[in-house]
């Protein structure tokens, strides 16, 4: 079974800055890619940023610049550094992994870490 826990959500204002982070069971450290997906109530879950197993970032365009995906496979954590903050960011953020390049996002959500930008 792959878990995962995700925290360092809050409330911060708009411009602000938080940093997620995401445990995970060791087995996926060597995971092919790793990613945040967020999601607001009443829309389908978006994946907002991924990394490879070689580094390799990429982030949807309405995050690119202000948000920055890591993984530390020692620490088998996943970080989310999310500067510049707006009221659109508000959402809850999950972790996930895709355990190689053919196979899928695993079917194993953790409980989300509620983010909330608002003045």
């Known amino acids: 079974q792959d878990h995962f826990v995700e925290s360092g959500g809050g409330l911060v204002q708009p411009g602000g800055s938080l940093r997620l982070s995401c445990v995970h069971s060791?087995?996926?450290?060597?995971?092919?890619?790793m990613g945040w997906y967020r999601q607001v109530p009443g829309q389908e879950r978006e994946l907002a940023a991924q990394?490879?197993?070689?580094?390799?970032?990429s982030y949807i365009p309405s995050v690119n610049g202000r948000f920055t995906i890591s993984r530390d496979n020692a620490k088998n954590t996943m970080y989310l550094q999310m500067n510049s903050l707006k009221p659109e960011d508000t959402a809850v953020y999950y972790c996930?992994?895709?355990?190689?390049?053919?196979?899928?996002?695993?079917?194993?959500w953790g409980p989300g870490t509620q983010v909330t930008v608002s003045s």
């Open positions: 996930n992994a895709r355990l190689s390049r053919v196979s899928a996002w695993l079917d194993s």
């Open positions: 060791g087995s996926i450290s060597s995971a092919y890619a």
């Open positions: 990394i490879l197993d070689t580094g390799r970032t």
